[in-house]
C-alpha cells in the first residue's frame, strides 16, 4: 500500500524511514522465527526395555529401565539436559514420581545429572 502511494506523491523523510524499519523488522522476525522453530528442542522416547531381578531378602523384585531418547530436531547437539519422568501410563503405585533420570553408566550419586545428547 505504501509502495503504491509513493509512485505518485514523495513521502517525507520521516515516513519513509518509519517505513523501512518496519519492513526490516517484520523481515527480521519471519527469517528469526523459521530458524528457531527449525532447531527447538525435540526428544522423543524410542524404546524402553525393563530388566528384573530378584532382590537377596526374597520379598522383593527389582527393575530396572532403560529407555532409548533420539534427537528429533534438526539442531545436532542438546547440551545440558536434565530428564525427569513426570507420569507413567498406565500408573505403578510402585513408582514414586517424579524421578529423575540419568545416563546409562554415569553415576547419579555425583550429583551431575546434566549430560548432552547427539
Known amino acids: 500500500m505504501f509502495g ?4 505518485w506523491h514523495a513521502p ?12 526490516v523488522f517484520l523481515t527480521g522476525y519471519y527469517l528469526w522465527r523459521e530458524n528457531h522453530l527449525r532447531l527447538q528442542k525435540n526428544l522423543c522416547v524410542t ?8 532382590i537377596p531378602d526374597g520379598n522383593h523384585i527389582g ?25 507413567v ?4 503405585a510402585n513408582i514414586k514420581l517424579p524421578v529423575t ?8 550419586t555425583t550429583g551431575t545429572l546434566l549430560f548432552l545428547i547427539v
Open 4 to 7: 503504491i502511494y509513493t509512485i
Open 12 to 23: 517525507t523523510r520521516s515516513w519513509f524511514l518509519v517505513y523501512v524499519l518496519i519492513v
Open 47 to 54: 524404546r524402553i526395555l525393563s530388566h528384573t531381578w530378584p
Open 63 to 87: 527393575t530396572q529401565y532403560y529407555m532409548e531418547i533420539v534427537n528429533e530436531s534438526e539442531a545436532l547437539t542438546i547440551h545440558n539436559i536434565r530428564v525427569r519422568l513426570d507420569s
Open 89 to 92: 501410563e498406565p500408573p505403578d
Open 101 to 108: 533420570l540419568h545416563q546409562q553408566h554415569d553415576d547419579p
